[in-house]
């Protein structure tokens, strides 16, 4: 795969830069160790001016001997070389994946400047770099919505309240929004008492601990048994839960998973996707780039590349790009919709409405399922909803 060459050759690289920088530093050492035994040699000579004179210069000869057979500016020459030979196959292997011109993959696509800006003003605002996203909508001289600032504004607020271990505006949020998280089957409340409860027992304190609990766990006891009878018994451990059988507790994880817990119940709360669409469309489009790249290799003598509808083979992304099913017809390849479902024959194979129509000739007859011996009518055919 391309990306695990370009990985081999950037590996080649570290290589020889922690081999050069290793030769380098045992050839200092060397050096410094021959000049050192020459001055502790120097210092050993007697008074006698003048055969002191006579030894300091034999000892400093032996020096000039010793450090030209170290050779150090070429054997440093060599190293470098080497490290330049791998550093310059690197630079080439990513010139030849990474195509600068992506020109011929894309379609020009009339699109008004001023729903691009705020497109963009929503990305920085869902990214909370608010200050920026206000001077990106000064410059563009365009409005965004500022309800969405200041929802985000909110979101972030008690986002990074979180990251440092403070629960109470999440807290304060999710029981005023008790019911609609109940109705999402989320946790989310109940995992914000259970970090309170544990704060208090972390510092001793039994009978507060006892009182939060009949406060604020009690009402999700009938649901969430298990977890509130853990919590009940590490009331036995108050002030040295790092002791108990309960330590799972205190994982200091646990506050940046419920962190990303509360992003992701908060946006969907307020109808919006706990992933930028921004992003996820960048993301996306990089994913498939290399594709498209060889595919307009193929179609550019063609000239059919403006004239296409849809491509002319899947496009599979990673699970992190799909958001919903998608049924495509296997007879007429289009994709199914509200106007032509998907229809399960009583075979067990699926193909669109239109399929079947046309197949059965506008439901007057019967038709052989294209993939079985099976025959069977329109009208029992039965719509999936996907």
Not at 9 to 30: G, M, P
Not at 50 to 74: C, G, R, Y
Not at 254 to 262: G, S, Y
Not at 285 to 305: D, H, Q
Request: aromatic fraction near 8%; include cysteine.
């Amino acid at each position: 795969m391309e990306v695990d060459t370009l990985k081999d050759e950037f590996n080649r690289v570290v290589k020889k830069q922690k081999l050069a920088s290793s030769r380098t530093i045992d050839l200092v050492n060397q050096i410094e160790k021959e000049i050192e035994q020459a001055i502790g040699a120097i210092q050993e000579n007697g008074t006698d001016r003048d055969a002191a004179s006579n030894l300091n210069h034999e000892i400093l000869t032996n020096l000039k001997n010793k450090l030209k057979e170290l050779v150090p500016v070429k054997q440093l020459e060599s190293c470098q070389k080497e490290m330049n030979t791998a550093l310059g196959k690197w630079v080439k292997t990513t010139e030849k994946f990474f195509i600068n011109d992506i020109s011929k993959a894309y379609k020009n696509v009339d699109m008004e400047p001023h729903v691009l800006n705020e497109i963009i003003a929503n990305h920085l605002y869902r990214e909370a770099l608010f200050d920026i996203g206000d001077n990106f909508l000064g410059e563009a001289s365009c409005l965004a919505s500022i309800k969405l600032k200041q929802l985000f504004q909110e979101m972030y607020e008690i986002f990074g309240a979180l990251r440092t271990e403070k629960s109470e505006p999440a807290l304060s949020w999710a029981m005023k929004n008790h019911d609609a998280l109940l109705q999402n089957d989320s946790c989310l409340e109940l995992k914000l008492h259970q970090l309170q409860f544990v704060e208090i027992l972390k510092q001793g304190k039994r009978d507060e601990a006892l009182q939060y609990a009949r406060t604020y766990l009690a009402p999700f006891a009938t649901i969430h048994k298990d977890v509130i009878q853990k919590l009940i018994a590490s009331i036995l451990w108050a002030g040295r839960l790092d002791q108990s059988p309960y330590t799972e507790f205190l994982v200091p994880t646990n506050w940046e998973k419920l962190a990303e817990e509360f992003a992701q119940q908060f946006c969907n709360l307020k109808g919006q996707s706990s992933t930028g669409p921004m992003g996820m469309t960048v993301a996306a489009g990089a994913e498939v780039l290399p594709i498209l790249l060889k595919l307009m290799t193929v179609l550019t003598a063609k000239r059919e590349w403006h004239s296409m509808k849809e491509f002319p083979f899947p496009l599979d992304l990673r699970r992190d790009f799909q958001f919903h099913s998608v049924f495509i017809c296997p007879v007429l390849r289009e994709q199914g919709s509200d106007d032509n479902p998907p229809m399960l024959l009583p075979c067990g194979h699926v193909l669109s409405k239109q399929s079947t129509v046309k197949l059965s000739k506008s439901s007057s007859r019967s038709f052989k399922c294209p993939y079985c011996p099976f025959e069977a009518l329109a009208s029992e055919c039965k719509r999936l909803y996907i």
